[in-house]
């Protein structure tokens, strides 16, 4: 594991851009992962900003949603869909074929997750996912208690991950209570991780995932057991990790 420590979300979302950027120039075709929620927009932001400066070409690449909510259009402007489209689709020249994310009102759920693994499969998996994290350690959409062998599958969403996401829906009842989701096995799958933490509201559970005990009950601790893992957090987020230095490794 590999932590870089910087002094706030702008520096947070510059460094995730240019890791993206990196592995991106390394190999066109690269086959990603990629997250929604508030972290992401900043390095969002600085992608598009290097696409239109000439700097990356996103024409080879495939990209794989995380995750998305069921039971909701998908052009609702809360859906995942509608998202990505906002923040990144409709910014850089991703082909359409070549984005994929779950259907947010599939005929029969169960098979949806299967036709979504099956495609990353027939991609070859993915290259680099970058995660965000939950408060409650959750990663994509796998609350606490998920196993670790878990594919792409329907998730039920705990009720503090609907309370945060209550504001954007126009309260509670408005938040859909499953998801479809990439699963733990799915996402540890991934050749190299990509964990961006922001927010001193988030330092608690993420000292949780990288110092404390491998457990479902926090579905971000297994990401220790990952051989390439990168965590990128600001200062705030960082607060409560004493025990791991910002050059990267734990103390031997």
């Known amino acids: 594991m590999q932590l870089a420590v910087v002094k706030d979300y ?20 690269i086959v990603l992962a990629l997250p929604t929620g508030d972290t992401p927009k900043g390095m969002y932001k600085v992608l598009v900003r290097l696409y239109r400066e000439g700097m990356v070409d996103f024409s080879q690449a495939t990209a794989f949603n995380l995750d998305e909510y069921l039971g909701i259009p998908p ?9 990505m489209h906002r923040h990144l689709w409709d910014q850089v020249n991703l082909r359409k074929e070549n984005v994929h994310i779950p259907q947010s009102l599939p005929e029969n759920p169960e098979a949806e997750c299967r036709r979504y693994e099956g495609l990353i499969e027939k991609a070859g998996g993915i290259d680099l996912a970058v995660l965000g994290l939950g408060e409650n350690g959750h990663i994509a959409f796998n609350e606490p208690g998920t196993p670790f062998e878990s594919h792409t599958h329907v ?7 609907r309370e945060g996401e209550a504001a954007r829906f126009g309260g509670l009842e408005g938040v859909p209570q499953r998801a479809i989701t990439m699963g733990v096995r799915t996402i540890m799958n991934a050749r190299e991780l990509l964990l961006i933490v922001s927010g001193e509201e988030k330092a608690a559970v993420l000292s ?34 004493p025990n791991l230095t910002e050059t990267g490794s734990p103390p031997t």
């Not at 520096?11 to 120039?25: C, D, Q, T």
């Not at 052009?75 to 998202?83: I, N, R, V």
């Not at 998730?155 to 991950?161: G, H, I, K, N, Y």
């Open 208 to 241: 949780r995932a990288l110092e404390g005990p491998v457990t479902p009950e926090v579905p971000a601790s297994v990401l220790q057991l990952h051989p390439r893992l990168t965590v990128l957090a600001d200062a705030a987020a960082a607060g409560s990790l």
């Open 10 to 29: 702008g520096e947070l979302s510059r460094r995730a851009a240019r890791f993206v950027a990196r592995r991106l120039l390394e190999k066109p075709d």
């Open 75 to 83: 052009d609702h402007p809360q859906s995942f869909k509608s998202y």
């Open 155 to 161: 998730a039920e969403l705990s009720r503090e991950t």
